[in-house]
């Protein structure tokens, strides 16, 4: 790529575009890319301040092997002397001075996913099925010889016709009709081959990518939404399954293409010569298309993965929408993403289509141009009635056909690159940063928790001034079998506090142990193993109920499972219903009430028989009844186990052991519920304002 022009606003704008295009069309990972495009415009910004905006600058990439070089030519006696008093003077400092020319800067990106990295991660999930893929490709090979021979045998019928030799029609039919056979049974047993490769390698993909997504940071996960993991497990994992076997089909067909040019060229050099000449032509429209098109490709999937993460968020959250009459704002924002999605689509097929049409409108004067060559040679004597019959075949199955397999497979390829990045960079891209569990194992957790001194942020660990903290040097005790409340207003941290303990996030500063070992160092079983959270809007999955209850504990026994829900009061209301425990559960438990689906949470929780049971406002939807014979049942196991509870309402957690109030991430006061009563103000003015809404 190369650039000149002027360091105005616009120049500025239209060649940061063109150098992010470049950087996505080679897949430079994100933070790379960041890092270069920030360095890239304070560079141009501070020549601007120079020189002023009349300036001129020079961009130029090359890409070799597995680096792109990005030169800059700033204006003439301007190298950057500006650069130390830069904000950005650590990103600057990655430019280094050209050895070619004087004014020139140079920055190195290393290629993240060269093609032959792409294809050979593309074949590690078909290799396993080799044997089957080794059949299609045969298959397919016989079938390409059988349709070089066939416009051989056809012309020989049509010139029998013409000469009225009825034997010879007979018996070249009859070898038509054997060459139909066999193709036709050729061709079921490739696509039942190429069927067997796709779904086999699909199967790995996915596998590999849920696990993946799965391990993924929950900070993270947040940051992106579902809709780049829904676009990326189905459809790009689906481009990659079926990729050889395309490849393979595309390859197949060029073979035939080649051994038909061939033949061409046994028969008449010069009509060879023409036809190689028109597929050249067009050859070089057809690359040129494609090549442009796969940084339009790059732009239009980012914009369409936001759209398909607003339709999401529309589908989960249509209820709240409605209740907050809140349709117009929300659709006029479904628009907006609708429209830049499409419209970057149409821009990148408009663009296709007009070289589509260069190609075809030469393709259609080459057609004249072969048949006109035909009729001459014809005339002059020089070609015989039967070959140019032949060539003619063979310039039907070659022209368009040929040029369209061209375009077919250099599309492929950009597809398949463009989906194989995309689900690399969920696997292996720092991008998407996975979960990093320790590696030390607890065989007998006792249930203590201790908190030293630790704060915490959501917003990431670049942002420092304006860093917002949840929690701010908070330190406390939870005792193996105790029952401990976590109280005080919205927003205080009681939740982040949960969530630190199941490693759902990690610290900013300070440790969080479990049984005296950091849990960093700890393994995801000796955490999430021995920790059972139930929240406030527990989240079912649309299985049976049985289901449901059978995915936290995989050999539960019949007894367990009705054991538990009747602890959780669950249990009559699940045999009302016809098929009892095999009940479908709507997606999230939408046919169920709020308190049915936080008591099957409870049930869930139960049957688990963790050493931890965490409880965030988890008996918030039930009537004061239930939620007492549930007290019960969690009374129950106390002293078994470790009871943390998050509660609004004091009166569910008075008789807790030990209650830590909480105020603006803090520990500001802790003891039982006639202590804080007698020396903390805050609570016993939350206690009052609950006894006086009663």
Same mark, same amino acid.
């Given at each position: 790529m190369k650039w000149n022009g002027k360091l105005d606003s616009e120049s500025i704008h239209r060649v940061l575009v063109l150098a992010e295009n470049e950087c996505k069309r080679i897949g430079t990972s994100n933070d790379r890319q960041l890092r270069f495009l920030l360095s890239l415009e304070e560079l141009l910004l501070l020549s601007r301040s120079h020189c002023g905006e009349n300036g001129s600058v020079r961009l130029i990439t090359r890409q070799h092997n597995r680096i792109l070089t990005v030169e800059l030519l700033l204006p003439s @006696?301007?190298?950057?002397?500006?650069?130390?008093?830069?904000?950005?003077?650590?990103?600057?400092?990655?430019?280094?001075?050209?050895?070619?020319?004087?004014?020139?800067?140079?920055?190195?990106?290393?290629?993240?996913?060269?093609?032959?990295?792409?294809?050979?991660?593309?074949?590690?999930?078909?290799?396993?099925?080799?044997?089957?893929?080794?059949? +299609?490709?045969?298959?397919?090979?016989?079938?390409?010889?059988?349709?070089?021979?066939?416009?051989? *045998? !056809?012309?020989?019928?049509i010139v029998s016709l013409t000469e009225g030799v009825v034997?010879?029609? !007979?018996?070249?039919?009859?070898?038509?009709?054997?060459? &139909?056979?066999?193709?036709?049974?050729?061709?079921?047993?490739? $696509?039942?081959?190429?069927?067997?490769?796709? /779904?086999?390698?699909?199967?790995?993909?996915?596998?590999?990518?849920?696990?993946?997504?799965?391990?993924?940071?929950?900070?993270?996960?947040?940051?992106?939404?579902?809709g780049l993991f829904i676009q990326r497990l189905t459809q790009d994992t689906s481009q990659i399954a079926t990729g050889f076997n395309t490849l393979a089909d595309l390859i197949s067909q060029s073979v035939e293409k080649i051994g038909i040019l061939v033949a061409v060229l046994i028969l008449n050099r010069l009509v060879f010569a023409v036809m190689i000449g028109i597929l050249v032509i067009q050859a070089v429209i057809e690359t040129i298309r494609t090549r442009r098109l796969k940084a339009d490709g790059h732009i239009y999937r980012d914009a369409n993965e936001r759209y398909t993460d607003f339709v999401n968020e529309m589908i989960h959250g249509a209820k709240d929408v409605k209740l907050t009459h809140s349709e117009a704002a929300f659709e006029g924002e479904l628009v907006r993403r609708i429209t830049d999605?499409? @419209?970057?689509?149409?821009? #990148?097929?408009?663009?296709?289509? !007009?070289?589509?049409?260069?190609?075809?409108?030469?393709?259609?004067?080459?057609?004249?141009?072969?048949?006109?060559?035909?009729? #001459?040679?014809?005339?002059?004597g020089k070609l015989p009635v039967t070959d140019?019959?032949?060539?003619?075949?063979?310039?039907?199955?070659?022209?368009?056909?040929?040029?369209?397999?061209?375009?077919?497979?250099?599309?492929?390829?950009?597809?398949?690159?463009?989906?194989?990045?995309?689900?690399?960079?969920?696997?292996?891209?720092?991008?998407?940063?996975?979960?990093?569990?320790?590696?030390?194992?607890?065989?007998?957790?006792?249930?203590e928790i201790r908190f030293d001194r630790v704060s915490f942020s959501y917003e990431p660990a670049f942002i420092r001034h304006s860093r917002k903290w949840v929690l701010k040097d908070m330190s406390f005790v939870i005792?193996?079998?105790?029952?401990?409340?976590?109280?005080?207003?919205?927003?205080?941290?009681?939740?982040?506090?949960?969530?630190?303990i199941s490693r759902l996030y990690d610290a900013s500063h @300070?440790?969080?142990?479990?049984d005296g070992v950091d849990i960093r160092e700890l393994d995801n079983e000796s955490i999430r193993g021995n920790i059972s959270v139930v929240s406030q809007n527990p989240y079912l999955f649309h299985l049976s109920i049985r289901e449901n209850l059978r995915l936290v504990k995989p050999d539960m026994t019949e007894e367990e499972m009705r054991t538990a829900?009747? !602890?959780?009061?669950?249990?009559? &209301?699940?045999?009302?219903?016809?098929?009892?425990?095999?009940?479908?559960?709507?997606? /999230?438990?939408?046919?169920?009430?709020?308190?049915?689906?936080?008591?099957?949470? *409870?049930?869930?929780?139960?049957?688990?028989?963790?050493?931890?049971? #965490?409880?965030?406002?988890?008996?918030?939807?039930? &009537?004061?009844?239930?939620?007492?014979?549930?007290?019960?049942?969690?009374? $129950?196991?106390?002293?078994?186990?470790?009871?943390?509870? *998050?509660?609004?309402?004091?009166?569910?957690?008075?008789?807790?052991?030990?209650?830590?109030?909480?105020?603006? +991430?803090?520990?500001?006061?802790?003891?039982s519920h006639q202590?804080?009563?007698?020396?903390?103000?805050?609570?016993r003015k939350l206690y009052e304002a609950e006894l006086g809404q009663v």
């Open positions: @006696g301007y190298e950057g002397q500006d650069m130390e008093d830069s904000f950005l003077a650590g990103l600057l400092a990655d430019w280094h001075p050209s050895d070619k020319r004087a004014g020139a800067l140079i920055y190195t990106l290393p290629v993240e996913q060269t093609r032959w990295d792409l294809l050979h991660f593309a074949w590690k999930y078909t290799r396993p099925h080799k044997g089957w893929f080794i059949l +299609g490709v045969l298959t397919q090979m016989t079938s390409v010889v059988l349709q070089i021979i066939a416009p051989l *045998i !056809m012309a020989r019928v034997e010879q029609i !007979m018996l070249t039919a009859l070898s038509l009709l054997l060459i &139909d056979c066999i193709s036709n049974v050729v061709n079921i047993t490739c $696509n039942r081959a190429y069927n067997v490769v796709y /779904n086999k390698t699909l199967t790995l993909i996915e596998k590999d990518l849920v696990h993946e997504t799965l391990r993924i940071t929950t900070r993270c996960l947040d940051q992106k939404g579902a999605a499409n @419209g970057k689509r149409m821009r #990148m097929q408009n663009r296709s289509a !007009m070289f589509s049409l260069l190609r075809m409108e030469i393709g259609s004067f080459g057609t004249y141009a072969f048949v006109a060559l035909l009729a #001459m040679l014809i005339g002059r140019a019959i032949i060539l003619f075949n063979y310039r039907s199955n070659v022209g368009v056909s040929a040029i369209q397999l061209i375009g077919s497979l250099m599309q492929f390829l950009r597809d398949l690159e463009l989906s194989t990045e995309r689900v690399v960079a969920i696997l292996r891209s720092p991008e998407f940063p996975k979960d990093k569990p320790g590696t030390r194992h607890l065989e007998q957790v006792r249930g005792h193996p079998g105790e029952s401990v409340a976590l109280v005080g207003t919205s927003g205080c941290g009681k939740t982040t506090v949960l969530n630190l @300070g440790t969080v142990t479990i829900c009747k !602890m959780a009061c669950i249990d009559q &209301d699940i045999e009302e219903t016809p098929d009892g425990y095999n009940t479908i559960v709507d997606e /999230n438990g939408v046919n169920l009430s709020g308190g049915q689906r936080q008591r099957l949470a *409870i049930a869930r929780a139960l049957l688990k028989q963790s050493r931890i049971l #965490m409880l965030d406002e988890a008996t918030s939807a039930l &009537d004061n009844l239930t939620q007492a014979r549930i007290q019960q049942a969690i009374e $129950n196991v106390r002293g078994d186990r470790t009871v943390i509870t *998050i509660a609004h309402r004091l009166s569910t957690v008075i008789h807790a052991d030990r209650i830590l109030f909480i105020r603006d +991430g803090q520990v500001i006061d802790q003891g202590d804080l009563l007698a020396h903390c103000a805050d609570y």
